[in-house]
């Protein structure tokens, strides 16, 4: 069983910048992908941004240039950098991590975006 917990949401207002992170416990090795995504009300949970164990990453088009993910592998940690910040980012942002084939999620953690 793989645990997630997030932190670091918050409110900030239109054009600023906030940071989250998730940590992984009770793996077996290394996280094979981690990632976020976000729901905000009415509407899909959506991606957000994944990294993949070798660094590679993947973000959905509207944060593009916006938000940075990155990973401590020796923490098992997942970091999500937003700046440029937009009303529309306001959501629950959830923490994913997928490993050996098995999906895992996070409480979620909201962050809201005033304008």
């Known amino acids: 069983q793989v645990q997630l917990v997030e932190s670091g949401g918050g409110l900030v207002q239109a054009g600023g910048s906030l940071g989250l992170s998730c940590t992984a416990s009770?793996?077996?090795?290394?996280?094979?992908?981690m990632g976020w995504y976000r729901q905000a009300p009415g509407k899909q949970r959506e991606l957000v941004a994944i990294i993949i164990i070798d660094g590679k990453t993947n973000y959905a088009d509207s944060v593009m240039g916006r938000f940075t993910i990155s990973r401590d592998n020796t923490k098992n940690t997942v970091y999500l950098q937003m700046n440029s910040l937009k009303p529309e980012d306001t959501a629950v942002y959830y923490c994913?991590?997928?490993?050996?084939?098995?999906?895992?999620w996070g409480q979620g953690t909201q962050v809201t975006v005033s304008s």
């Open positions: 994913n991590a997928v490993h050996w084939g098995l999906e895992y």
């Open positions: 009770g793996s077996t090795g290394i996280i094979n992908v």
